[in-house]
């Protein structure tokens, strides 16, 4: 536990901050998920999911929620099943 004034309020802030990012990344998640689940499903709505998803990656990655190169990377992976989707 901190025991100074400022150390406990940086604690307050922390707790705060985490609470934000993992309501972000379980979002992303979860969009992620779903572009999956459709790729899987050969629903033909696909593209416009992952436009979304895209969004929502490069905006985590904007943040700093997630680094650039995890962001390319499941951008990459993405589009490469997207495409085998006829």
């Not at 572009?35 to 709505?45: D, F, Y």
């Amino acid at each position: 536990m901190p025991n100074k004034k400022s150390a406990k309020k940086e604690l307050r802030k922390n707790v705060k901050r985490k609470a934000v990012n993992q309501k972000q990344m379980a979002g992303l998640r979860k969009l992620v998920k779903e572009n999956m689940k459709a790729i899987k499903g050969q629903n033909k709505k696909v593209k416009d999911d992952f436009r979304m998803t895209v969004q929502a990656i490069d905006k985590a990655a904007k943040k700093g929620l997630i680094k650039p190169n995890t962001a390319a990377r499941k951008k990459s992976r993405l589009q490469k099943k997207i495409n085998q989707v006829k």
